[in-house]
């Protein structure tokens, strides 16, 4: 099992300004994952971030606005750039490996005005 | 306790044969969400149900939510190989305030 911590637990931002979401992980993993829950939608994944390479974004997500960082096997980030109130939704950061099932992060709840 | 229950924890079904994997939560649940997840990728989004009752399809997967909004029902119909995963329930419930949970997940293997 892995447990899974992110910073800020909250946050209420203006539009126009960047946040910058931190996910830390209690032991070395190849993958981790961001993902969105806009309210009342289902969890959509937003990119894959392995160490040591560039993340892989799915379809309607660039990096441009969501730029990742994976410095290490421990921690990632994930900035929301340029937020508008469409911006407003729960980000998680999940770990997984192999056959294992994922685990996910408390999640960040941001509110964009 | 884990809030969202799933059974079978695993399930190793020969091919052409049906399944059912089973989510149950002793909340009454605002959505819930199925989800699949191949080794070593993202979830997958498979679909989402809110209303008492409400039944989806997709291929050859049905999805069904009960009246109370507390126990939904993933039936694959004669499956396959690409079915297999693990699948996992998702759910968001009003406590105070909105709080979303995962289920434990289901391994599935399809033997051809």
């Known amino acids: 099992s892995a447990v899974i911590s992110q910073k800020p637990s909250r946050d209420i931002c203006q539009r126009g300004t960047s946040l910058t979401i931190q996910c830390q992980v209690d032991?070395?993993?190849?993958?981790m994952f961001w993902y969105r829950q806009q309210p009342g939608q289902s969890l959509t994944l937003i990119a894959t971030?392995?160490?040591?390479?560039?993340?892989?974004?799915e379809s309607g997500f660039v990096i441009d606005k969501f730029p990742i960082s994976r410095p290490n096997l421990t921690f990632s980030t994930l900035t929301v750039s340029n937020m508008s109130p469409e911006d407003s939704s729960i980000y998680l950061c999940?770990?997984?490996?192999?056959?294992?099932?994922?685990?996910f992060g408390p999640g960040t709840r941001l509110l964009v005005l | 306790s884990q809030e969202l229950e799933q059974s079978p924890q695993s399930l190793i079904v020969q091919e052409g044969k049906n399944l059912t994997i089973n989510c149950t939560s002793s909340?009454?649940?605002?959505?819930l969400y199925w989800y699949k997840q191949k080794y070593g990728e993202g979830l997958i989004f498979l679909m989402m149900?809110?209303?008492?009752?409400e039944e989806k399809s997709h291929e050859k997967i049905t999805a069904k939510l009960d009246e109370k909004k507390q126990q939904s029902s993933l039936h694959i119909t004669a499956s396959q190989p690409s079915h297999a995963g693990i699948y996992l329930c998702?759910?968001?419930?009003?406590?105070?305030?909105?709080?979303?949970?995962f289920g434990t997940g289901t391994r599935l293997k399809v033997l051809a």
């Open positions: 149900l809110q209303k008492g009752g």
């Open positions: 971030a392995n160490q040591g390479s560039e993340a892989t974004y």
């Open positions: 998702g759910a968001d419930y009003f406590s105070g305030t909105y709080k979303y949970i």
């Open positions: 032991s070395q993993v190849t993958m």
């Open positions: 909340k009454t649940l605002y959505g």
């Open positions: 999940s770990v997984g490996s192999g056959q294992e099932t994922q685990y």
